[in-house]
């Protein structure tokens, strides 16, 4: 429900606050007055495209924002799952800024255009002769079906079934193309997995036989290189031991000739210590090494084959190649298990699909089961609206399953005497398509939580009789639903719990549009005017008042 309305800056509207009531508002005017520029600016919040040509003063910005009460909508997920903080009261803004830009918001987070939209649709239902296409529409009518049936329940049910059929068919149909690609590569996965498998590869081997290869093809030139340096360290008369073995002993006569000089002694010993573990540990190094050509080919052989299935896996370690040895194995074993995963799966996908046309025949069948009622109260409303040769038919028709169930429904319409029934877009003229969407909505209103209606000279074409008879739906809807009726009939205008006037004011510069809640006798005024013209005699004024007491 709409519980403000505020607009500045807009066309010809310089600042405007409408809070309407809570059942049926009507709203008057002279030609020109503003009626449509408000329509205009409630177009804003329903996320309809702008430019700074609205701009009143190009030099301030437009804002447009509406307070509504929604907690009959049933709202809190939609704000959820567009992260938005949910309150039962929710202000929408829109602000186009004097460059063009322009910025939406919902309780003061800024939101895409396309979010305000939706959001919009929900709270706010513009109808007039212009915007009734929708009604041509089969999904649309399709809705119209589900609610006047009470199938949300059906229909909730069938959609989880559809959902849970299309998964399990994707899942059926993923499986099988990928049964197809395994047994295509089942030969040459399982030949590379027992290429690899025949290596018992280990992680880190590669750079131990790299090592190990190095030194044997250089193992005579290290043991004989080590044995050079040993004899150095080692000869008995001249070699390098046995002079730092006379340096030592000469170290500690000068320290107990000097005991200040003990220090060299010390330092020298460390360094005498580390060299004759660099030869011990030389000397075992050359009894390790060992010339053996047949080890060194059995390694060359094995590296031969690391290398070479690196390279045909595009992979530069060991570790890279049992990666890949594992994947093939996992893929080996699918194709292994493949039938009776295919299976299981296709035994999932035929209950899901029996699941999903059981469920949709129920849902047709409830559908089906209000057509006549529908078609039948739906027709009468028509009568009183002043087509009394109308005839509606509703013809259902199956379809390959989808989100919206097993079959499509058409509104097949006919207003004139023994005409053929034929698709609502294809025989019905604006006026026909007005009433009738406004017939469809007095007959929803008891079946849904309907947005905020508002009705743009729904009633243009018609007096009389009629006029009277639409009013009183008006009316009739209002009592559970907020309707608002921009008329240009007195007898309508008549019937509204309030009613605002708008007008132009010329007193300043520019010319702009007003709005204003009339009191009592300020309506009578308006209505006399409605009936006779600026000047209202006497018997228009009574009128006006008869108006307003009927």
Do not use: W
């Not at 040509?53 to 909508?73: R, W």
């Not at 079906?145 to 009470?150: H, M």
């Not at 590379?192 to 250089?218: M, V, Y």
Request: aromatic letters at 6%; charged letters at 25%; glycine letters at 6%.
């Amino acid at each position: 429900m709409l519980k403000s309305l505020s607009i500045s800056n807009y066309a010809l509207i310089d600042q405007l606050l409408m809070q309407p009531s809570p059942k049926l508002s009507m709203i008057t005017g002279e030609t020109g007055a503003g009626k449509s520029i408000m329509l205009g600016a409630v177009g804003l919040l329903l996320g309809n495209r702008a430019d700074t040509k609205v701009l009143l003063h190009e030099d301030k910005k437009c804002v447009v924002e509406g307070v509504f009460e929604i907690h009959q909508y049933g709202l809190k997920a939609y704000f959820e799952e567009l992260e938005l903080d949910y309150e039962e009261t929710c202000i929408i803004r829109r602000e186009i800024s004097a460059g063009g830009k322009s910025r939406s918001f919902i309780n003061d987070t800024p939101v895409l255009l396309d979010t305000l939209k939706v959001l919009g649709s929900k709270l706010m239902d513009v109808h007039s002769q212009h915007d009734t296409l929708l009604l041509g529409e089969g999904a649309y009518q399709l809705s119209l079906v589900d609610a006047f049936a009470q199938a949300q329940q059906e229909l909730a049910t069938y959609q989880l079934a559809f959902k849970a059929f299309k998964k399990a068919r994707k899942n059926f149909e993923d499986l099988k193309q990928k049964a197809f690609e395994l047994k295509k590569e089942a030969d040459f996965n399982q030949f590379q997995l027992d290429e690899l498998s025949a290596l018992s590869l280990q992680a880190g081997e590669q750079a131990e036989l790299e090592s190990a290869q190095e030194i044997l093809e250089n193992a005579e030139e290290i043991k004989l290189k080590i044995n050079e340096l040993l004899s150095i360290f080692q000869d008995e008369q001249f070699g390098v031991i046995q002079g730092l073995g006379q340096i030592q002993h000469g170290l500690q006569v000068l320290e107990r000739l000097a005991h200040k000089l003990g220090s060299y002694r010390e330092r020298f010993h460390t360094v005498f210590i580390e060299l004759k573990d660099i030869v011990e540990s030389l000397s075992d190094e050359e009894a390790r090494v060992e010339v053996d050509f047949g080890k060194l080919d059995q390694i060359r052989e094995r590296l031969s084959k690391i290398y070479q299935l690196q390279k045909k896996h595009g992979v530069q370690t060991v570790e890279e190649l049992m990666t890949i040895e594992s994947q093939l194995a996992d893929k080996v074993f699918q194709f292994q298990n493949l039938d009776e995963s295919l299976a299981e799966a296709e035994k999932i996908f035929q209950n899901s699909e029996s699941s999903m046309l059981e469920t949709g025949k129920l849902l047709s069948e409830k559908r089906k089961s209000c057509f006549s009622s529908f078609e039948s109260d739906l027709q009468q409303l028509l009568f009183g609206l002043g087509m009394e040769n109308a005839k509606i038919k509703l013809d259902l028709q199956a379809i390959s399953p989808s989100l919206s169930g097993l079959d499509e429904v058409e509104i097949l319409f006919s207003a004139n005497k023994g005409g053929a029934l034929q698709p609502l877009k294809k025989v019905a003229s604006g006026g026909e398509f007005s009433r009738l969407l406004f017939a469809i909505k007095y007959l929803m209103a008891d079946k849904v939580a309907l947005p905020t209606l508002i009705f743009d000279e729904i009633d243009t074409g018609i007096s009389g009789e009629v006029a009277l008879q639409m009013v009183r739906m008006m009316k009739d809807i209002s009592q559970n639903h907020q309707v608002i009726c921009i008329t240009h009939l007195p007898q309508v205008a008549a019937k509204g719990e309030s009613h605002y006037f708008v007008y132009k004011d010329n007193s300043s510069d520019k010319t702009i549009s007003k709005i204003k809640l009339l009191q009592s006798e300020e309506r009578v005024q308006e209505l006399a005017k409605m009936i006779a013209g600026t000047n209202p005699s006497a018997s228009a004024l009574a009128s006006a008042r008869e108006l307003l007491q009927n």
